[in-house]
């Protein structure tokens, strides 16, 4: 059987962790071991945190939309009621949209959700 040497590819690997722990403060940059650690940690973090941002802005639209829609004298479940009552199929980042840059088209919006509510 042919001798492995293993020299490239640990190394190749070691550069990745290293590389990716770039910026880290202390061992954690340059520590093998301490940086693995760290760059596994980071990793779960974003990709639990791709979730948690969409969560994050669905919650801000949704305060958004409650706000605008209180100057209209409605609740927000009152005037997401009415949309969906009127076959308005706008969804909440739009409506947030509308909220903040367009006050004239959203209250228009809240006027339909009044009548068909």
């Known amino acids: 059987m042919p001798r492995v ?3 490239v590819k640990s190394r190749e690997r070691r550069k990745k962790v290293l590389s990716a722990a770039k910026g ?3 061992g954690r940059g340059t520590l093998l071991r301490s940086a693995t650690e760290t760059v596994d ?3 779960k973090f974003a990709y639990r ?3 948690v ?3 994050d802005f669905r919650s801000l639209w949704i305060m958004r939309i409650n706000a605008a829609a209180r100057m209209h004298d409605l609740s927000y479940s009152k005037l997401m009621n009415g949309l969906k009552k009127a076959n308005v199929t706008l969804d909440r980042k739009a409506l947030a949209n509308l ?3 367009n006050p004239e088209a959203f209250a228009e919006l809240a006027r339909i959700a ?3 509510a």
């Open 41 to 43: 940690r980071a990793l």
């Open 5 to 7: 040497k293993k020299a």
């Open 49 to 51: 945190d791709r979730k």
């Open 99 to 101: 909220a903040a840059n």
């Open 53 to 55: 941002r969409k969560r």
């Open 24 to 26: 880290y403060r202390g």
């Open 114 to 116: 009044k009548e068909a």
